[in-house]
């Protein structure tokens, strides 16, 4: 059964379609109803519907405005316009917002039931698309060219050379347009998992994130050791503009397609094919963070302000230590050092061959601490664990003891300068709203681009800093400023409205008497009645 929101503001057809229709018998429950794009718009965050059923011409936001904006939030919602026979060529220009449907009105019940009908059939033909067993044999010849690139940083020509030689084999294969050789490209690491935490990535799973993927930007992706790999290729404009989008698109399809949760690692974006690898490992360092953090979503550049590629083969033990220096628990941090280490001590090898070792376990801590930290973080630890020049011991198990309070020094220090981190742009992001709320155009996307960082992670640290949301705070703000001029000033509704960010004053009397529970006019009224009686 599919969910639906339906937005009109003709009160008495919108009631209309909710009686008439018979919705069990088509595959939907109406969830929702909206009498205007700004009320559709919070219902569709609020609820995530399957379907969006709206009016084209609305008060306050249009279908087409509505469309756009949800696509923002939940990309995965379907949208159907309603709408007159003069609305539907200026509805069709929204036809890059994949709108499912057009439907014209008047509308009988039975025409409407029938296209309902239609729209889940595509609905259903969307959901087996995104879980069908697709081996996609057209890629198979560019993921044999992109996977070593990706997983193996190992070439014997560097430089200018070597970039033109790839950039030149990916067109050969059709991957971009030899016109369009010197792209940008990013990658995604992806993996599902159930209630448990279970990983349940199948390489079947290839075809789900592709069937996304295919609807913004030019890709290839393949399955390894339980994850999706995939390399995204665009302009550095359509990326910034689709990145986030997709990303939210598939962790919105699987959870709601596949029941499973999507944990999601996204590198910096890498000017050429020749850093691929090391944008690779970059998404797995984000996908690292994403195993634990509250959305399953993680971009590298909201986490280390410093790309770190490191162009060797790094041990495993090297990785996992990164990892849960990154976003372990203490406990879990022991425990694997301790189980190291035994390991270690059974191994008969020679003094210098433990020393190379523990050379690049201590390089890997302060790899970490410098991309989370800053360079005096790391001054900081040498201080207090100055274990460069201490870890050279014939006794192990004293080694073993050092290396782990080490270690635990580190990891306290980068998840105290994360924390502090975060604070610091939450704060800056509230600063922001504070003082430039009264600008229409200001939105939580203007603010994470300006302070550079994504609009989920900016979305994340405001919510779990404030308890809100960025649009309840806004408002708030907004609605609190507009009391203060009504009871304050002799300024008209109209100035009143322009001084607190909304160019139209009907829609800010609507959003006022949404949040007072009066309009503007009747608060004044009300305010001054009561003037006399407060001056007694």
Same mark, same amino acid.
């Given at each position: ?22 919705? *069990? ?12 794009? $700004? ?10 519907? %399957? ?8 008060? &306050? ?17 379907? #949208?159907?316009?309603?709408?007159? &026979?003069? %609305? ?5 220009? $929204? ?5 499912? /449907? ?19 059939? *595509?609905?259903? %033909?969307?959901?087996?698309? &995104? ?21 193996? @940083? ?43 935490? *279970? ?9 789900? #994130? ?14 390894? !050791? ?59 360092? $984000? ?49 694997? +050092?301790?189980?190291?280490?035994? *390991?270690?001590?059974?191994? %008969? ?31 900081? +630890?040498?201080?207090? @664990? ?38 610091? #742009?939450? !704060? ?36 779990? /800093? ?5 649009? !309840? ?22 100035? #009143? ?11 800010? @009397? ?8 009066? @309009? ?17």
């Amino acid at each position: 059964m599919y969910t639906i929101i339906i937005a009109d503001d003709e009160a008495e057809l919108r009631q209309a379609l909710i009686r008439r229709i018979d919705w *069990k018998e088509v595959g939907f429950q109406v969830v929702g109803e909206a009498e205007n794009g $700004a009320e559709a718009l919070e219902l569709v965050e609020k609820l995530e519907p %399957d379907l969006l059923l709206t009016d084209v011409r609305m008060p &306050f936001m249009s279908g087409i405005e509505l469309a756009r904006a949800v696509r923002e939030i939940r990309p995965n919602i379907q #949208i159907a316009f309603l709408s007159g &026979f003069d %609305d539907f060529t200026y509805a069709q220009q $929204a036809i890059q917002y994949n709108i499912i /449907s057009y439907l014209l009105k008047p509308i009988s019940s039975k025409e409407l039931t029938e296209e309902l009908k239609k729209i889940k059939k *595509k609905i259903d %033909d969307k959901f087996e698309e &995104f879980t069908r067993k697709n081996a996609e044999q057209e890629q198979q010849s560019l993921v044999a060219f992109f996977m070593p690139l990706l997983l193996d @940083s190992f070439s014997d020509v560097r430089g200018p050379e070597r970039e033109k030689a790839l950039s030149e084999e990916a067109a050969r294969r059709g991957f971009v347009k030899p016109e369009n050789r010197y792209m940008n490209y990013t990658v995604l690491v992806t993996s599902f998992r159930d209630k448990e935490g *279970k990983n349940q990535t199948l390489e079947s799973g290839v075809n789900a #994130i592709n069937t996304i993927l295919r609807k913004y930007v030019r890709h290839v992706s393949f399955y390894t !050791d339980g994850r999706i790999v995939s390399l995204l290729a665009g302009t550095r404009q359509s990326q910034e503009k689709y990145l986030h989008i997709l990303v939210e698109d598939i962790s919105q399809s699987v959870k709601r397609i596949m029941n499973l949760t999507a944990t999601i690692g996204v590198s910096r974006m890498v000017p050429g094919l020749g850093h691929c690898h090391e944008a690779y490992l970059e998404a797995m360092d $984000a996908f690292g963070y994403a195993r634990r953090s509250d959305t399953g979503v993680s971009f590298i550049s909201d986490i280390e302000r410093t790309a770190i590629f490191d162009q060797e083969t790094i041990q495993a033990a090297v990785n996992e230590i990164e990892s849960l220096l990154r976003s372990g628990t203490e406990s879990e941090l022991k425990a694997y +050092l301790t189980q190291l280490f035994a *390991k270690l001590e059974q191994e %008969d090898k020679p003094a210098m061959n433990l020393q190379l070792v523990m050379v690049q376990l201590v390089a890997a801590v302060f790899r970490v601490v410098y991309a989370v930290a800053d360079s005096e973080a790391v001054e900081n +630890l040498q201080k207090t @664990s100055p274990l460069l020049g201490q870890f050279f011991f014939e006794n192990p198990r004293e080694m073993e003891e050092r290396y782990i309070a080490f270690c635990l020094t580190a990891r306290e220090l980068a998840a105290e300068h994360r924390k502090k981190s975060g604070s610091v #742009i939450c !704060d800056r992001a509230l600063a922001i709203m504070e003082n430039r709320f009264m600008d229409p155009e200001l939105s939580l996307n203007a603010i994470s681009t300006e302070i550079s960082v994504s609009p989920n992670y900016l979305s994340t640290l405001i919510k779990r /800093s404030t308890g809100s949301t960025f649009i !309840d705070l806004l408002t708030r703000k907004r609605m609190k400023t507009a009391k203060k001029l009504l009871l304050d000033t002799p300024m008209k509704i109209r100035e #009143i409205s322009e001084k607190c960010g909304y160019n139209d004053q009907h829609y800010f @009397s609507y959003c006022f008497k949404k949040y007072e529970g009066i @309009s503007p006019n009747a608060c004044r009224r009300k305010f001054e009645s009561e003037l006399p009686e407060l001056s007694e």
